[in-house]
């Protein structure tokens, strides 16, 4: 035997001891269960950790709003608390609805404007336009102090009294970046081949953003919405700043009863409307479930 046919040999029986064998598809398989049966994985700690952080406060608030006492201390469960809030507490009732008000019309109005700017930037080519998408995003980095301090001046500059109509423009114009980049993003994955079908097929330009372009966006604009409503809900540092007598909102409200101690009544209605979020969570999930599916 020559020595080119010894080499040979000896390359082929090496290949063949160091080749992988393939694979099979339900070793794959039970590779990755086991993997994911792993209990102590950095990933799962940290993500156990995460969720911890997020819903053990909520837990506590939830516990002790059936707390027979106002304290820390667990001396027994009682409803006291939902009758105090349903039936005694005028003011706090007040003010929740001062911020609902609040929150609904200055989400929906923001989520017009910032709809439509969302279209005309996307669909749109003209000047200046890098730079009124930069300075739009100005509000979502700028602190609320600083928003809420020039908003002051604005309203005392042109004599607007401070109330509910200052809150309501106040919260639009900090809800308004926001809709603008979650709808711009949603315009983003946007298939405009179908705009031009619609052209071809006779639609007016108004026709097509009504029937075309904003249902096939309607996800993204409802996700605007409620987060708009959530952010105008919990806000504080702008609302301080521009509400006067007879705006109070809920976290004004709440902010104000700290110095006497906050009641576990808070509690309750914490308890409420985190029930209320989640029933609107779920249901607006399989309503964009069915959307998608009907697409």
Known sequence: MSNSNAGNLYHHFISRLTKKKPTSEQARH???????L??????????????????????????YSFNQAKGMVWT?????????????SDKLWSSFGNSLIIALSSAGFATILGTLAAI???????KFRAYIQ???????????VILGISMLIFFSAVNIPLGMLTIFIAHTSFCLPFVFLMVLARLDEFDFSIIEASRDLGATERQTLFKVIIPAIMPGILSAFLMSVT????????TFFV????????????????????????NALSFIMILGTMVIAFSLRNFLKNIAASK
């Open 30 to 36: 039970a590779r990755r269960a086991l993997q994911n």
């Open 38 to 63: 792993r209990p102590f994985s950095i990933s799962n700690t940290v993500m156990t950790l995460s969720i911890l952080f997020l819903f053990l406060p909520l837990a506590v608030i939830v516990v």
């Open 76 to 88: 027994g469960f009682s409803i006291g608390w939902y009758k105090k809030l349903f039936f005694n």
């Open 120 to 126: 005309g930037v996307n669909w749109y080519r003209f």
């Open 134 to 144: 930069t300075i739009s995003f100005l509000p979502m980095i700028l602190p609320e």
């Open 231 to 238: 952010l105008s809900l919990e806000d504080f540092v702008i």
């Open 243 to 266: 509400s006067g007598p007879g705006s109070t909102t809920l976290p004004l409200y709440v902010f104000s009863m700290v110095r006497y101690g906050i009641s576990p009544v808070i």
